[in-house]
């Protein structure tokens, strides 16, 4: 039988009324409640996106990360009512951005604030740009949808905001088509597009995946001036924490549709408090760490959305599992035991029923004499075995 260490357990009964969902003091630029997001087909629903809840601050960059599949860009799309149509559906949650639920909005006003006041980038910039236009006309053709200004003005933009984002030559190339820009030179021109009409939120989707390792540095580089330069507040999303260490203000760290723990990006990657954050930096290599220490995988793989996962969502995965993560989704509240008192301070989350301490984070394991990972319960070997 499994046994929680002593004084691990519960930790998440503390007051759940001080800061949720990532609140900071003033007005958040967006705050996501409650969102859910489902897709339908094939006789399955899958469930994508499962009561996400975060804010973002004016000015402030989160980084959204998680594995594969954890519905980092769903949630994303949503918000700006880009899911694919008749499929993917919000069913629950609102989206407030200045003073707008984004998730109620009849599809023209959306249309108004999407490319103007939020604007997005996405992983892969060749099939997000047009072939047979240049890109000048595509960058124009942002700058005078939403700010209704002259030809000639939107071209001096146009030449200017290449410039800005790096692009050498700017006034030539500025005729080019995109198959002529390289791969960094397109997500530049995509930058540009974005940053068209100064936008005062910008959603990053793996704007650096494509890139190499160079290229990646520089974008970001960039990012990182032109957010301060704006005064844009950021959406990061990606499944690479070394790419948002040193970016982010916060992180939220996502798992199957929800987030896991939320908090200053320094503080997550110093001292993370749920097993999958800590199993993720543990999947990384560190300057910090001998360069021989093994590198350790997360062992198994997410669950299956399409499921009802009625406990905790990484519990089959988890070293620290107790038995109630087979039943009961532990709600997302401020780091609990020894990190508390930094925890109020700064708003560190984490929906875990069994936090492991520093010093099991450290070592990656539990360290509790006898400690075993509770077993499932009896039904749902009897499932597996079935099936
Ligand atoms: N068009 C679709 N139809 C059905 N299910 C979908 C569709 N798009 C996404 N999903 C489901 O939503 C889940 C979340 O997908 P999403 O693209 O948000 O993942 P992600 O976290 O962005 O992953 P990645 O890091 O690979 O980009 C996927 O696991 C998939 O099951
Ligand atoms: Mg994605």
Aim: charged share 20%.
């Amino acid at each position: 039988m499994s046994q929680a260490p002593a004084g691990n357990a519960d930790r998440s009964a503390h007051d759940p009324t001080i800061i949720r969902g990532g609140a900071r003091p003033g007005t958040p630029l967006l705050s996501v409640r409650d969102l859910h997001v489902e897709f339908a087909g094939r006789g399955r629903v899958v469930r994508a996106v499962r009561g996400l809840s975060y804010d973002i601050g004016p000015g402030e960059t989160i980084g959204l990360v998680g594995e594969s599949g954890s519905g980092k860009s769903v949630s994303a799309l949503s918000l700006l009512g880009l899911l694919p149509k008749h499929v993917g559906k919000v069913t629950a949650g609102s989206a407030v951005f200045q003073g707008q639920d984004l998730l109620h909005l009849p599809e023209d006003k959306l249309r108004r604030i999407r490319g103007a006041r939020i604007a997005m980038i996405f992983q892969d910039p060749l099939s997000s740009l047009n072939p047979v236009l240049t890109i000048g006309r595509q960058i124009t053709e942002a700058i005078e949808t939403h700010r209704g200004v002259s030809i000639r003005e939107a071209r001096k933009r146009a030449v200017a905001l290449l410039d800005l984002v790096g692009i050498p030559a700017a006034a030539s190339r500025i005729n080019d088509y995109p198959h002529q820009f390289s791969g960094g030179m397109r997500q530049r021109a995509m930058i540009a597009m974005a940053l068209s009409c100064e936008p005062s939120l910008l959603v990053a989707d793996e704007p650096t995946t494509a890139l190499d390792v160079t290229i990646q540095a520089q974008i970001l580089e960039l990012l990182r001036r032109l957010r301060t330069e704006l005064g844009m507040a950021v959406l990061l999303i990606t499944h690479d924490l070394g790419v948002v260490a040193g970016f982010a203000d916060r992180l939220a760290v996502m798992y199957a549709g929800r987030l896991v723990e939320l908090g200053p990006a320094e503080t997550i990657l110093a001292d993370p408090a749920h097993p999958y954050t800590i199993g993720l930096l543990r999947s990384l290599p560190r300057l910090d760490r001998p360069r021989q220490a093994a590198l350790t995988p997360i062992e198994g793989s997410p669950p299956d959305l399409a499921s009802s996962l009625d406990g905790c969502p990484f519990a089959p995965r988890c070293a620290w599992r107790v038995d109630r993560g087979w039943t009961d989704a532990p709600p997302l509240v401020l780091a609990g035991g020894e990190r508390l008192a930094d925890a109020a301070l700064v708003g560190h989350e984490v929906a875990c029923h069994n936090q492991p301490t520093r010093e099991e984070a450290l070592a990656g394991l539990p360290l509790t004499p006898g400690f075993l990972p509770a077993p499932p319960p009896d039904s749902l070997v009897i499932e597996e075995e079935v099936v």
